[in-house]
């Protein structure tokens, strides 16, 4: 979903952007590059945290279970 989503959003604001007329500066290209950061640091503390609970609960760390 999140790889489809950065993409087409990307695409549809360049579209707007290109209509109004505005350009691609330093700040949205600034804040876009925050953007793709807190998207990747909340889905990599996603999965630590998921593989904390499966150590947790007993898990081994190098078994191949389905989780």
Same mark, same amino acid.
């Given at each position: 979903?999140?790889?489809?989503?950065?993409? #087409?959003? +990307?695409? &549809?604001?360049?579209? !707007?952007?290109?209509?109004?007329?505005?350009?691609?500066?330093? $700040?949205?290209? =600034?804040?876009?590059?925050?953007? #793709?950061? +807190?998207? &990747?640091?909340?889905? !990599?503390?996603?999965?630590?945290?998921?593989?904390?609970?499966? $150590?947790?609960? =007993?898990?081994?760390?190098?078994?191949?279970?389905?989780?």
């Amino acid at each position: 979903m999140v790889a489809a989503a950065v993409p #087409l959003t +990307l695409a &549809v604001v360049f579209v !707007i952007m290109l209509e109004t007329g505005r350009f691609f500066d330093r $700040i949205t290209l =600034g804040a876009f590059i925050l953007g #793709l950061g +807190l998207l &990747v640091d909340d889905a !990599i503390f996603i999965a630590i945290e998921v593989m904390t609970m499966k $150590i947790a609960e =007993g898990v081994d760390r190098c078994s191949r279970a389905r989780w």
